[in-house]
T-cell receptor
């Protein structure tokens, strides 16, 4: 199993450009998450999904949109990138249920917005 | 919402010494507390977790303790080794569920040979 994968690994955007980050998991997990990681700030939840076709806002959702059309994929979109969105983005997934709380992270996407 | 405070932000120890990282949380409904380790340039990975019905859990050189009354939990690493050097994050479940986590800001642990 590949686990959780993310594409692309690196990206440089200019202010105002748009892009989509793709997260895929092959563990048949119900829950998926997008986090951003900034120096000294830990991991902050952007959006999450509790199942195919569902999305919900996390702690820092502004400027981002998400979609979960298929259970195995969770897409994060930036419609008009801003320098404040320069960060490392991590996707994660979890099985849910009583003992299925462990979140498995992808390798991350390093995004720079100029 | 949930707020998780983590201390210290940096910790330097000599190889073989013990390291302790402490976290406090605000939501009394939180009942799941995982710890993640992130090596430089890598993804966070779960190293140990504890649920609210347990006060302590051990896994070889790693242990976690939970004090629900005081709303704090701690990570203990004994006999530290250079490969323990990494950033460690605590987290607490939030919003009344176990699937949504709030993370602390992390502790950079350096183990000096």
């Amino acid at each position: 199993n590949a686990g959780v994968t993310q594409t692309p690994k690196f990206r440089v955007l200019k202010t105002g450009q748009s892009m989509t980050l793709l997260c895929a998991q092959d563990m048949n997990h119900e829950y998926m998450y997008w986090y951003r990681q900034d120096p000294g700030m830990g991991l902050r939840l952007i959006h999450y999904s509790v199942g195919e076709g569902t999305t919900a806002k996390g702690e820092v959702p502004d400027g981002y949109n998400v979609s979960r059309l298929k259970k195995q994929n969770f897409l994060l979109g930036l419609e008009s990138a801003a320098p404040s969105q320069t960060s490392v983005y991590f996707c994660a997934s979890s099985d849910g249920g009583t003992l299925g709380d462990t979140q498995y992270f992808g390798p991350g996407t390093r995004l720079t917005v100029l | 919402g949930e707020n998780v405070e983590q201390h210290p932000s940096t910790l330097s120890v000599q190889e073989g010494d013990s390291a302790v990282i402490k976290c406090t949380y605000s939501d009394s409904a939180s009942n799941y507390f995982p710890w993640y380790k992130q090596e430089l340039g890598k993804r966070p990975q779960l190293i140990i977790d504890i649920r609210s019905n347990v006060g302590e859990k051990k896994d070889q050189r790693i242990a976690v303790t939970l004090n629900k009354t005081a709303k704090h939990f701690s990570l203990h690493i004994t006999e530290t080794q250079p490969e323990d050097s990494a950033v460690y994050f605590c987290a607490a479940s939030s919003g009344g569920s176990n699937y949504k986590l709030t993370f602390g800001k992390g502790t950079l642990l350096t183990v000096n040979p």
